[in-house]
């Protein structure tokens, strides 16, 4: 039995590294949005906190390639998407930054408009049906901020001309319970051993 668990520990170590290798060389980044309201596009997660519409990611969500510098945003508003309906035609919408700090310290902040969404094919500003589905290149700079989650995407309309719902463009947190648990288990397996 002490020689097939030595094994299996160094397997588990190797398909560790091997995942980490591939993550480290991936260029495709997932993005969630965020923010002090909670997760997507809400009137809560603006500051200050305004009432009115909902949103979030939809179909394929929003993702970056850190080669080409392409963000692929996918979002939506309004009833006709599962939210809540905009309190009128959405006026505006961007991505604001870079905040003066990283997320999630950038979720109280406010910065200028960095990219015009509303301008661009993809756009529909309806309140109860609308969204944007389109890709925008960002410069290296605006890609450093993205990654640190310094931007974030506004909606505006006229009840709410700086904002009616917004999200912080923020890469999740890897979750690092397998890992743990895969190291516990290593750790944990000579440790019973001795005990018995």
């Known amino acids: 039995m002490k020689q097939m668990v030595r094994p299996l520990c160094v397997l588990s170590v190797l398909l560790i590294i091997a995942g980490w290798l591939s993550v480290a060389n991936a260029a495709i980044i997932n993005l969630d949005l965020r923010g002090t309201g909670g997760v997507g596009l809400l009137p809560t997660n603006e500051n200050p906190a305004t009432t009115g519409g909902s949103g979030g990611e939809v179909g394929a969500g929003i993702s970056f390639d850190d080669v080409t510098l392409a963000l692929t945003i996918n979002i939506a508003w309004g009833s006709g998407n599962g939210f809540t309906d905009l309190t009128g035609t959405a006026s505006a919408g961007h991505i604001h930054g870079p905040t003066l700090d990283p997320a999630p310290t950038s979720f109280t902040e406010n910065a200028g408009v960095a990219i015009t969404l509303s301008s661009l094919g993809g756009w529909n500003s309806s309140a109860t049906n609308g ?66």
Do not use: M, W
């Open 131 to 196: 969204g944007f589905s389109g890709t925008v290149t960002l410069s290296s700079g605006q890609a450093t901020d993205l990654l640190a989650g310094k931007l974030y995407i506004n909606v505006h309309t006229t009840a709410n001309p700086n904002g009616e719902i917004r999200g912080y463009l923020v890469v999740p947190e890897p979750s690092s319970f397998a890992l743990l648990a895969i190291g516990l288990g290593c750790g944990a397996v000579p440790f019973l051993r001795r005990k018995r």
